[in-house]
């Protein structure tokens, strides 16, 4: 079946410095959407962005992503990291041309200090 | 998109118990899904709910403790039989509104199990 892989279950980062969350898939379909959810403390995730045009780099809030399906990964990245930004990030893919399901990944954990 | 609504917001229950947790959407969706999530911790598909069919459970997730019921297209009930105290989650409904698309999360219900 189709998985997500996040590696890192904890990053934490000094606010104003890059940082990046990795994200590597595997998939057999040849349509594919990604995304990237962000869940803050005591809320519901919600899409933070999302993708399905390869080499293409999409925007939102300060954080970007490019879809590589050469390296089958779609890593977020913010170039100067905010203390809001703390939260759990999770990479997601939709596959399915029959169902609006999606897989996630485990999360990564971002905590950025002070 | 769709907004959904969750009811109740949190519950209490004591060990043995059954209870109920109602999703609504508020337009018509095809899937509905239901996660638990435990503290700080990854979101894990529990199931899968289509209007007229019976829900399709993920591995570690059976019908007799968590029977589910989509009724129509914009309503879902999940039920948690026989509660013990490691059911204590969060529980969200999610759905989207087309293939390919994000999904969008309920507010989630935060139960604890004496």
């Known amino acids: 079946g189709d998985s997500v892989t996040q590696t890192e279950g904890l990053v934490t980062v000094t606010e104003g410095l890059p940082v990046k969350l990795n994200c590597t898939y595997q998939?057999?379909?040849?349509?594919?959407?990604f995304f990237w959810y962000v869940q803050y403390l005591n809320e519901a995730p919600q899409v933070l962005l999302k993708?399905?045009?390869?080499?293409k780099r999409t925007e939102h809030q300060g954080f970007h992503a490019t879809l590589h399906k050469s390296s089958s990964s779609f890593h977020l990245q913010k170039s100067s990291a905010q203390l809001s930004d703390s939260a759990l990030y999770y990479c997601?893919?939709?596959?399915?041309?029959?169902?609006?399901?999606?897989?996630f990944g485990t999360g990564t954990r971002l905590q950025v200090l002070p | 998109s769709v907004l959904l609504y969750q009811k109740p917001n949190r519950d209490i229950c004591q060990s043995g118990t059954s209870l109920k947790i109602q999703c609504v959407a508020d337009?018509?969706?095809?899937?509905m899904f239901w996660y638990q999530q435990f503290q700080e911790q990854s979101l894990m598909l529990m199931a899968t709910?289509?209007?007229?069919?019976?829900?399709?459970?993920e591995s570690g997730f059976t019908k007799d403790k968590f029977p589910i019921s989509r009724p129509n297209l914009t309503f879902s009930t999940l039920t948690v039989n026989n509660a013990r105290p490691g059911d204590s989650s969060i529980y969200f409904c999610s759905s989207g509104d087309s293939n390919y698309a994000e999904q969008f999360f309920g507010p989630g219900t935060r139960l604890t199990v004496l």
């Open positions: 993708s399905s045009t390869d080499n």
């Open positions: 998939t057999t379909y040849l349509t594919i959407a």
């Open positions: 997601a893919l939709s596959d399915s041309p029959n169902t609006n399901k999606v897989v």
């Open positions: 337009s018509q969706v095809v899937s």
């Open positions: 709910a289509n209007e007229g069919s019976e829900a399709t459970y």
